[in-house]
C-alpha cells in the first residue's frame, strides 16, 4: 500500500472515533522535516484521545500491516504520538492544539482536510 493510502487509513480511523478537524500536511518537499507526512486531529477528553490513537494503531495493522515504530504521551493524553517513520500521527486534546498550533509550524506544507463526506 502506498503512503497515499495509509494517510487515508489513518485519516478514516481518526474520524471513525470522531477526530475533530483531521488533516495531514505532506512535508515531502520540506528539507527540514522529520517526516514525510504528519496527520493532526483533536479531541475534547483523554478518553477519546486514547479511544482515537488505539483505532489508527489497529487499522494500520489490519489494513496495510504496519505496526507503529514507538509512541509517546499515552500517560498523560492531552497529546499522542504515533510515530511510523515516513508518517507521524499527532492526536491532541482540543486546548493542547490550540496551544501548540503544530500546522502554523508548517504553513508552507501542502495540506488535506478530512470529514465524514470524503
Known amino acids: ?39 493532526v486531529c483533536n479531541a475534547d477528553s483523554g478518553t477519546n484521545v486514547l479511544s482515537i490513537a488505539d483505532n489508527v494503531e489497529d487499522r494500520m495493522i ?4 504496519r505496526k507503529v515504530i514507538r509512541t509517546q504521551g499515552r500517560e498523560n493524553a492531552l497529546w499522542v504520538i504515533l510515530d511510523y517513520g515516513d508518517i507521524v500521527v499527532h492526536v491532541f486534546q482540543t486546548a493542547y492544539r490550540a496551544f501548540y498550533r503544530i500546522e502554523d509550524l508548517w504553513a508552507d506544507a501542502e495540506r488535506t482536510d478530512y470529514s465524514d463526506e470524503n
Open 1 to 39: 500500500m502506498d503512503i497515499i493510502n495509509e494517510v487515508k487509513v489513518i485519516a478514516d480511523a481518526m474520524l471513525e472515533k470522531k477526530g475533530q478537524d483531521v488533516l495531514s500536511l505532506n512535508l515531502s518537499k520540506i528539507g527540514t522535516a522529520i517526516s514525510d507526512y504528519f496527520i
Open 62 to 65: 489490519e489494513k496495510c500491516k
